[in-house]
């Protein structure tokens, strides 16, 4: 047998992904199935921003883009940073990404080795432990409490750091819970890391419009005494339904302690995926400079679902469901049905046609919980909940 690096036996992955492929394949067999699993828009991207794609292709857009991305791209975001944050960002700081995780792959990279210790929301996208873990270093994680809303909690997060803590990663609004820190919250975290000024922090800020209720979305930019030690994770994938195109972008510190991960963070893209195409980057112009009338069309309809999978959940047998504030994912507790989560998923899959993510998937914390995502027709929520109950019945 050929041997690989052990660092590649650490490695994981994204079981939505796996849970998609068997959806696809039961529906391939004529079974219904009902997908609320996959964390995608089932939106089509923006007319003009498909459009901007096409115009570039037939304008002759066909070579290598430079490794940080076209200056116009960079430049779009630079003004989309502004108007959202308040902020101003040189587009010498952003990098434009093939998605939102080559981020996390660099910053992890860039912080973790043997020795070091990396911190992160547990339950949480599922990439962060699992770079962490081929890294080398100690992943640790920080509990997401349904009893605080699935906001992270300030005074338990300083808790954890120790001089070996090289990199803090965070994420709101959050994924699989929902879970939006609130302003106050964040605030006494950043005045705690006063005390730990070799923590670099990782903000996963990728639903940052995807909020409810009047919930503001806090972003880290807002903070400059962090500035210099501070990678900000952002794209199109989510707010214009262009999870397929690839397209992400980053902010990376690039004076103080900062200095030098922007070079290094290009220089890896030389080295790994040289630059993303130029059609796409076009469209990202488009996305951030042209109309958003269909990004609150988009999220008019999030919200309606969100009531009603809120509501419908809390009527099924032994389930519970807080009221998410942000993204697009509920994340209700299970745990008075006497099943384990991913057992209830994986039955309520082949039994009965709902594709859902256990909670364990996301983090050891994630036990008791399951994963909806509302990113689906009403009709069909309707269904899948109706599904449920007859099983959960059963």
Known sequence: MVQTISAFDRIGEENAFAVLARATALAQQGKDIINLGIGQPDFQTPAHIVEAAIKALRDGHHGYTPANGLL???EAVARRTLTTTGVEVSPEEIMIMPGGKPTMFAAILMF???GAQILYPDPGFPIYRSMIEF???????????EENGFAFSADETLSLITPQTRLLILNSPANPTGGVTPRAEIEKLVKGLD?????????????????????????LLQFPEIRDRLIVLNGWSKTW?????????????NSGRGQGLYDKVRKLAVNCWSCVNAPSQFAGIAAIDGPQDEVARMMAAFDRRRTLVVDGLNALPGVSCITPKGAFYAFPNIAGTGWQAKKLASSLLEDAGV????????????????????????????????????FLEG
């Not at 890294?135 to 409490?145: K, L, N, S, Y």
């Open 72 to 74: 116009a791209t960079r």
């Open 112 to 114: 973790g080795e043997a």
């Open 135 to 145: 890294t080398g270093a100690e992943p640790v994680p920080v509990p997401i409490r």
């Open 195 to 219: 005390d730990h000024p070799h923590v670099a922090i990782l903000s996963d800020e990728i639903y940052d419009v995807m909020t409810y209720d009047g919930e503001a979305h806090t972003s």
């Open 241 to 253: 339904a262009m999870t397929g195109w690839r397209m992400g972008w980053s902010i990376w510190p």
């Open 355 to 390: 594709a859902l993510i256990g909670g364990p998937d996301f983090g050891v914390l994630g036990e008791g919980y399951i994963r909806l995502s509302y990113a689906n027709s009403e009709e069909n929520i309707e269904r899948a909940l109706q599904r449920m109950r007859s």
